[in-house]
Structures are given as structure tokens and as C-alpha cells.
């Protein structure tokens, strides 16, 4: 008799379990526990739809890595490059360069004994090449300028003077010579590329002048040498710099598109941070560096441009991206605002 009721006893505290647990799947069940699963349809649909939304959002995650990569490696490369100008006394007067009454370069070793003799001295460089070896340097062969146009080839801009459009010295108000050198190539100790351009002869500052002679480096960087997009704006860029002492080194980022084809210099700062909050005006040392680089660059020829840097209280200066001219005029000047980031 006690083991009936044992054995009843038991049975029923089973059967009370099997409700209480199967109530926890949203089920109330006697007897036999049932296991809940998903079908093979469901787990397929399921990562089906987990792949549809990681094709949409990786690229654009992807992109802002990549952007906040580029923009970090550019900050730490402008800051080694403008620490190793300023510790050499002057930049100008490498290497030799002879032209014959042509014009018509018969010597030309400027820009490869720039890096080999003044700045592989002040800065860790792994690798040097001269204009017929640029690729061993992993400089790419093909670049894509800023507005995303047809590639511009390297060929096409191997000399100094090929960056610029419009460089024409025949015109009597030109006071120096053509400088024409060709191009060098090195690689840092980080695995940048860089793309050199060298005037020996650069000017000192004076005012209301061309840029040209004031130019006495220009660099374009590659930051990850030729993997790609090779594209400005991304992993390309261009660092210049200006005077052969109190040198200075200017890494403009240009937007892609002019804020005002027509403004006055007091509405051209608004204008800028209308256009994008993280924007300003270029300097003017920032738009020579531009004028140089404008076949990367492609701004608009022709025209006159802002700069925020002041003369006076009335006057501020302007660069023309044409013939290079800086010219400080008053600010009630229309003149064509393109903004840099900051």
C-alpha cells in the first residue's frame, strides 16, 4: 500500500513538472515534453536577409574607415615632412640643371639630389628612384584627379612644370627663366610614395608676384604606394613647399566644386561654411599650391580666387589660378570662392 501511493505520489509530481516546464515554451502540455526549432527554410531566409543588409552597409562602413585611415596617415606624413624642412637651413640649390639656348634640358640631376643629399638627411627614407623608375618607388602609373575625371597619366606631368596649365614665358612681364626639372620618387620608413618636384632657383617672398618662382618643392603622396583608388582626395595628395628659408609646407584638401563663382572677400568665409561645415578659405601659399597641382587639382582656369589671407583692413589677397598671379586687391572684389578642408 505505501509503495502504491509512493509510486502515485511520483507520477504526479512528473506530470506537474511536464506542465510547468512546457508552459516556458508558451505551451501548456501533459506528458511528453516537445522541443521548439527553426526549419531549415526559416535559417536560410534568415541569412538571406542578414547578407541583402550587409552588401548595403559594408561598402559605406568600409568607405569611412578607409576615409578615417587616409585622413590620420595624411595628418602624420604632413607633420614629418614639415619637421624635416624645417630643420634643413634652405631647400634650394640641389643638384644641377643646364639648358642650352632652347631651352631644352641638357643636365638634370635638381630633384633626385634634393631627396638623395637634403632630405634623406632629415628624414627616414627607404627607398630613392629617379625620373626612369618611378614604379620601383610604388608610384602608380595613372592618377585620379580631384572632380573624379579621365585618369591623368604620370608621363604627362614628369617634369616641373607639367602640373600647371598655363606657363607660358613669352609674355615680357616673366622676370626669371623656365624652370623645367625632371621628377624623382622615394619611399618612407610608413610605405608612403612620394612624387617629387624640385625648382633649384627658387624666390624668396615678395609681394604681388607669380608663384612660380616661389615654389621650390612640390610633392604628390601616395599613402599607400599603388594599391588604389590612387584617386586625389583619398589615398593621393599634394604637399607644397614655398621659400627657400622660413620655408613653408602647405597641404591644401580643395572641396570639389567652387562655393560662389562671384563674391565679395567678407561673404567668402560664410560661404565656405555654408557650403561644408568642416571647410574654410585657402591661404595664398595654399592656392599656389593648387595653381601647381592643378592638373590633379582641376579648378577652373582663368579666374581669380579668394584667399583668407588679409593685406589690410580693406585689402585681402587673391590668386589667379590662369597665369599664377598674387595680387592683393580690396575686398569689395568679386572674385571666385573654392574652399579647403580644414
Known sequence: MVHNKLKERKDKNEKRYCKYFDRGGGRALTGTSKRLAFTMAE??????????????????????????????????????MSQAIALMPAINGYGTLTEDENHSVTADTAAETFVTEGLSKVLKINNICDSDHLADCGIPSTITPLDGSSAVKLSDISTFLDLCYAMDFSDPHWSYSQINTKTAAFETVNGESILTY???????????????????ANFVYDLNGNKGPNTVG???????????????????????????????????????????????????DELSAMFANN??????????????????????????????????VLKTTSDVVRCVKR
Request: proline share 5%; aromatic share 8%.
Open 43 to 80: 535559417i536560410l531566409l534568415s541569412l538571406t536577409i542578414i547578407g541583402v543588409v550587409a552588401a548595403i552597409t559594408l561598402p559605406s562602413l568600409t568607405g569611412n574607415i578607409n576615409e578615417r585611415t587616409w585622413n590620420t596617415q595624411r595628418k602624420a606624413l604632413y607633420a614629418r
Open 198 to 216: 624640385y625648382n633649384p632657383y627658387c624666390a624668396g617672398i615678395q609681394t604681388e608676384v607669380y608663384a612660380q618662382p616661389l615654389i621650390c
Open 234 to 284: 583619398k589615398d593621393i595628395g599634394v604637399m607644397t613647399a614655398l621659400y627657400p628659408s622660413d620655408t613653408v609646407l602647405v597641404a591644401p584638401q580643395p572641396l570639389q566644386r567652387n562655393a560662389s563663382s562671384s563674391s565679395k572677400w567678407e561673404d567668402a568665409s560664410k560661404l565656405c561654411t555654408t557650403q561644408d561645415a568642416e571647410s574654410r578659405l585657402p591661404n595664398i
Open 295 to 328: 592638373k590633379l587639382f582641376k579648378i577652373q582656369t582663368g579666374v581669380a580666387y579668394w584667399s583668407g589671407t588679409v593685406d589690410s583692413s580693406v585689402k585681402a589677397w587673391h590668386h589667379g589660378l590662369g597665369s599664377g598671379e598674387r595680387r592683393s
